[in-house]
């Protein structure tokens, strides 16, 4: 049964619930409980699953490590506390893995240092990063002595269910956290870490506590679906929903760089923009400054560079980049150089979107649209960290499209009005590769294997049919797919119902080719002296000739040579770039914003049609949709224009959620285009 969590625990009670010494511990750190913590710390005491859902900065992942924390006390005190992984924190991201493992060391150490003031010796409670990252002799130094918190992402929990040995420290899981659920439960990442679960329960052999994290996300009722499964029985599992979604105050405006977006040159438009941007920078201690696109990152900060070489008033590296293809020294070094306060502004396309701690940010802005609402709030929620601070948002566009989608955008998220999330369901891929790891565990029965898989969200209503036919597609037992190159990876006995490993390398292909994420081929890129800069793509590099400069990580390099999968540059930062592309990484529109701004535009035409003054229609798109006076001009005479023009060739229907039109004409040698 999915619940509601409607009453409010005042600090005293919670404290009364915690170990003594973690109870002082919280009570000298904090003045009161925020929100989720009010709702959702004694559910989770009760060993309840609990799903919450606040904005950043509101103490989410507090609120879900607390009670765990507070029981390994209990157990150390006792003399209980064992070798093995009692918590497992799963998150979507290694930089999120490594912020939170700082993060808890911080309390660890603080709840340490209290005991020991009070003359209690306690035995350590270890946590641990375990990811791709992970060197060999850490994992060995794991087997040894196993961290009571496992701190994980969903493929390397994939990984780490058919190791020999370190499966068995899995064994006696009491809780796991499962963070940033936004991010994956719409996509086969969340899809794969559901069997995951469901094999860890399986280990176990009993139920966990799960508790599922999120700052936006809607339903709620589906994703607390999605994050506790069902019983053996078909029973589904019990959620109490903490829904503190609406505790933060946030105040969103959009902006356009000039007063004509259409008779505005382009070079023109871009000046301004990078010009409005760098203002608004001057006007706050830190920015986060959002693209799309990690190219678009690069693209504004070699910008904003120019313009405090030319202005003088903020020093060069004070703005600095950040995204998913630069190095991992060079990402942590500005994730630590903003959390110390050094930066002015920092440039990001999505890998500073989720709950890493990056210090103190006023205002995030946001070039063009992000595409959905939900990622929308999610991006401005960065500014205002603290629970009673304003989330500032700036949204700026060069381009009349985007600016009806963002101001429709903010519209949406002042009416709290966030994109449903659409969960995967019976993605026969996703579940080849759990059966295969199921059958480097043990030989498995088939009805027992169908019975865990049909456990999980994603797969409960998984035709028994189509489960037979991937078993047989994965034993080989399609003689015609050979011609294809696909045999045999499992073994299969449907008299005797069972299904094994096939070949002594299974367990190897198993864990290099575990996941849902695509395959990219990517340059390292080094100085001719061997400093790591970050990765471009090979479709890049293959356009690149010695001479050539493009920007990385803000700043311009000069190719010199590559081999192999290594290009080597050298610096070039006084000299004009060519700024790199990469490729397939737009944003999709979400399907209920598309909607809404269907709807729209439906509602422009009509007010058109009525003849409504156009002041009254730029009120309500600054009412409404927060935009400023040119930004709401801009808005009417586009639609004015569109509307002009379509009457003058005598369409009657406008495009709508209902209506879309399509051009189309006949050159000068009678080809057609649309």
């Given amino acids: 049964m999915i619940t509601y969590a409607t009453k409010e625990y005042s600090k005293e009670e919670i404290l009364k619930i915690l170990n003594p010494i973690v109870a002082e511990w919280f009570d000298k750190k904090f003045k009161d409980l925020t929100p989720p913590q009010k709702l959702g710390l004694y ?27 507070s029981k390994l006390f209990d157990l150390a005190q006792q003399g209980m506390l064992e070798d093995t ?14 912020d939170i493992y700082r993060n808890l060391k911080e309390p660890l150490d603080e709840i340490y240092e209290l005991a020991k003031e009070k003359g209690i010796e306690l035995p350590e409670i270890r946590h641990m990063v375990r990811t791709g990252d992970t060197s060999s002799s850490q994992r060995q130094k794991m087997l040894r002595k196993p961290p009571h918190i496992l701190i994980t992402t969903p493929e390397t929990l994939a990984i780490v269910l058919v190791a020999p040995k370190f499966r068995e420290k899995l064994r006696n899981v009491k809780w796991v956290i499962v963070d940033e659920i936004h991010s994956l439960a719409e996509n086969k990442r969340g899809v794969h870490l559901t069997l995951s679960l469901e094999r860890l329960r399986e280990l176990v052999g009993r139920d966990f506590v799960r508790i599922g994290l999120s700052a936006t996300i809607n339903p709620l009722e589906e994703v607390a679906k999605f994050l506790v499964g069902y019983h053996d029985d078909g029973r589904l599992r019990d959620c109490v929903i903490v829904d503190a979604r609406y505790a933060k105050r946030k105040q969103l405006r959009v902006l356009s760089p000039v007063e004509d977006l259409i008779y505005t040159p382009a070079s023109e438009v871009t000046k301004r923009l990078y010009e409005t941007i760098y203002e608004i920078i001057k006007k706050h201690r830190t920015a986060l400054i959002f693209t799309n696109t990690r190219s678009g990152t690069e693209r504004v900060v070699f910008h904003l560079k120019v313009l405090a070489r030319e202005r003088g008033d903020i020093k060069e590296d004070q703005i600095a980049a950040h995204h998913g293809s630069l190095s991992r020294n060079v990402r942590l070094d500005v994730e630590e150089r903003l959390k110390r306060g050094e930066l002015r502004a920092i440039v990001s396309s999505t890998s ?3 709950g890493i ?9 946001q070039i063009g649209s992000p595409k959905s609402v939900t990622r929308c709030l999610q991006r401005i929620g960065r500014s205002g960290h603290r629970l009673h601070e304003t989330s500032k948002g700036i949204l700026v566009c060069a381009d009349r499209d985007d600016l009806v989608e963002v101001a429709i955008m ?12 659409h969960i995967p369901r019976n993605a026969l891929d996703v579940l080849a590769q759990h059966i295969m790891g199921m059958s480097i565990e043990k030989k498995t029965r088939v009805d027992d294997a169908y019975r865990i898989i049909r456990r999980s969200y994603c797969y409960h209503n998984l035709p028994y049919e189509d489960f037979i036919n991937l078993l047989k597609y994965l034993a080989g037992m399609y003689k015609d797919l050979e011609g294809y190159k696909v045999y045999g990876k499992i073994w299969l006995d449907l008299d005797e119902g069972v299904f094994g490993r096939r070949g002594k390398y299974a367990r190897v292909i198993y864990t290099t080719n575990i996941g849902t994420i695509p395959d990219e081929v990517k340059i390292k890129v080094y100085t001719v002296d061997g400093k790591y800069v970050g990765n471009i793509e090979e479709d890049f590099l293959e356009r690149l000739v010695p001479g050539d400069r493009f920007v990385l990580g803000g700043r311009v390099y000069e190719f010199v040579r590559s081999r192999g999968v290594k ?20 944003l999709p529109l979400s399907f209920d914003l598309a909607l809404k701004i269907g709807e729209f535009r439906s509602r422009m035409f009509k007010w058109l049609e009525e003849g409504k003054p156009v002041s009254q229609i730029m009120k309500y798109l600054v009412r409404e949709c927060r935009t400023d006076e040119v930004s709401a001009k801009a808005i009417v005479n586009y639609f004015q224009e569109e509307y002009y023009y379509l009457k003058s060739l005598g369409v009657n229907k406008f495009p709508s959620h209902k209506v879309i039109l399509v051009e189309y004409y006949i050159d000068a040698v009678s080809y057609t285009h649309l």
Wanted: aromatic content about 12%; glycine content about 4%.
């Fill in 567 to 586: 290009a080597y540059v050298k610096p070039a930062f006084e000299q004009k770039p060519t700024i790199p592309s990469w490729f397939s990484e737009m």
């Fill in 85 to 98: 992984v009692y918590a497992v924190y799963v998150s979507p991201l290694r930089a999120l893995n490594n």
């Fill in 43 to 69: 559910p989770i005491y009760e060993g309840k699953n609990v799903l919450v859902s606040s904005p950043t900065g509101t103490g989410k992942t507090l609120t879900a490590f607390l009670i765990i924390l």
């Fill in 410 to 421: 903010v519209r949406e998220a002042y009416r709290h009005h966030l994109d449903k999330i």
């Fill in 352 to 354: 500073l979107e989720l």
């Fill in 357 to 365: 701690d990056i210090g103190y940010i006023d205002v995030v802005v």
